[in-house]
């Protein structure tokens, strides 16, 4: 069964440090991957999605991800945090029937 | 460009009472989906629509229902609601992309609140 595993729910950075949050997943298939952000009191929003390919994911606001199938892991990082990215991040994986497996979140916290 | 469009964006149930949430889609997607999302568990998937007519349980189906009579609607029923159904809900449709990636788009969502 696919699953994604997102360590520790909140994660502080300062402003202007690197963003690193860390996304495992478990697929018996070539995985379809997704981060998604939500802001408060919004709906859920694309930032990035691997699908096969260029390994390395560039996505909105300055994030990427790079997908490591060794590893198992599809992290998502950007080089110097912004006040605006505080938020909520979710990894996901695609399953059967166009399904998302969601891990459990990332709230960001931005300290300036 | 309305997207995914969800109403009523807020509520408040007495146990044991019944309601509807509607979301509609303008976008002509096949999938449409219903998550509940609850501090520190993710979303999770309560039912799905794969096409008009069809529904599907999810990983969180009980005390839901759902139905899919126009390929732009898909609702979401609590029969007699419980303090274990508050949550926010989050409706969300996708279609098809060459890539077969398809991504979700979602609406708003939906705060209940079962006193």
């Known amino acids: 069964a696919q699953s994604v595993t997102q360590l520790g729910s909140h994660v502080s950075v300062s402003e202007g440090a690197l963003v690193l949050l860390r996304c495992n997943y478990s697929?018996?298939?070539?995985?379809?991957l997704f981060w998604y952000v939500q802001y408060p009191n919004q709906g859920l929003q694309l930032l990035l999605k691997?699908?096969?390919?260029?390994?390395l994911v560039k996505g909105i606001n300055g994030f990427e991800a790079e997908f490591k199938k060794s590893e198992t892991s599809f992290h998502l990082t950007k080089p110097s945090a912004h006040m605006s990215d505080a938020a909520e991040y979710f990894c996901?994986?695609?399953?059967?029937?166009?399904?998302?497996?969601f891990g459990k979140g990332n709230q960001v916290v931005v300290i300036p | 460009n309305a997207g995914v469009t969800q109403t009523p964006k807020f509520r408040v149930l007495k146990t044991g009472q019944s309601m509807t949430l509607l979301c509609a889609q303008d976008?002509?997607?096949?999938?449409m989906y219903w998550y509940r999302q609850d501090p520190g568990m993710g979303l999770r998937l309560i039912h799905y629509?794969?096409?008009?007519?069809?529904?599907a349980k999810g990983e969180v189906p009980d005390g839901y229902n759902v139905s899919r009579l126009k390929k732009q609607n898909f609702l979401l029923g609590l029969e007699s609601a419980a303090p274990s159904q508050t949550s926010v809900y989050f409706c969300?449709?996708?279609?098809?992309?060459?890539?077969?990636?398809?991504?979700?788009?979602f609406g708003a969502g939906s705060r209940l609140t079962v006193l």
């Open positions: 969300a449709s996708s279609g098809w992309e060459v890539s077969g990636a398809n991504v979700l788009t």
């Open positions: 697929s018996s298939v070539p995985p379809y």
């Open positions: 691997y699908t096969t390919g260029a390994t």
């Open positions: 996901a994986v695609l399953y059967g029937n166009n399904r998302l497996a």
């Open positions: 976008m002509n997607h096949e999938y």
């Open positions: 629509s794969v096409g008009e007519g069809t529904t």
